[in-house]
């Protein structure tokens, strides 16, 4: 396989970032999501790429095979969005979600973020492992901010403080 690099997000991948989500969500999890029901995908530089927010891509021999997201929420907070690696990436050491939250961490030290929150499925099991591992703290629903973008498949939620 090939060497994994992480940059941040240019338009000439924004195809291939919306294939590779949908893939994920659609035909490994069943989840019924559609690009429509995720506006974002479709503005990533307006949406995340604003404020303390950016847009992360794991790439192999230039295709992109992870993905991951901060969103500023305000008040020196970030919400991790869009955190996709491909089935072929994953575990296996090779690194690709850590690698990921890696720079999504060392950018919101940057812009002195205080916390990032994150909502899931419950049927991201491995995510939800991932997560804790890497010192996130489950929560309720309720002790998120008022401006956590809550996704209508969330069930799951976690907080890392800075």
């Known amino acids: 396989m090939s060497a ?17 989500i949908l893939a994920i969500q659609r035909g ?23 404020g303390a927010g950016n847009f992360w891509l794991a790439l192999a021999a230039g295709r992109v095979v992870g993905t991951v997201a901060l969103a500023d929420i305000g ?3 970030g919400a991790l969005r869009k955190m996709f690696v491909h089935a072929d990436y994953r575990g296996g050491g ?25 909502g899931t499925t419950a049927k991201f099991l491995a995510a939800h ?15 998120l901010p008022a401006s956590f973008p809550v996704m209508k ?3 799951k939620f ?5």
Not at 30 to 40: E, H, K, L, N, V
């Open 4 to 20: 994994i690099t992480v940059e941040t997000y240019t338009s000439p991948y924004k195809e291939q970032v919306i294939d590779h």
């Open 28 to 50: 490994e999890f069943a989840i019924p999501i559609t690009r429509a029901d995720q506006p974002d995908l479709d503005a990533i530089e307006t949406f995340y790429q604003t």
């Open 75 to 77: 008040d020196r907070q």
């Open 94 to 118: 090779h690194g690709v979600a850590g690698q990921l939250l890696a720079a999504l961490s060392a950018w919101a030290r940057e812009q002195d973020l205080r916390a990032i929150y994150l």
């Open 129 to 143: 492992r991932f997560y804790a591992k890497n010192g996130f703290v489950e929560i309720k629903k309720a002790d």
């Open 153 to 155: 498949v969330d069930s």
């Open 158 to 162: 976690y907080r890392y403080d800075l």
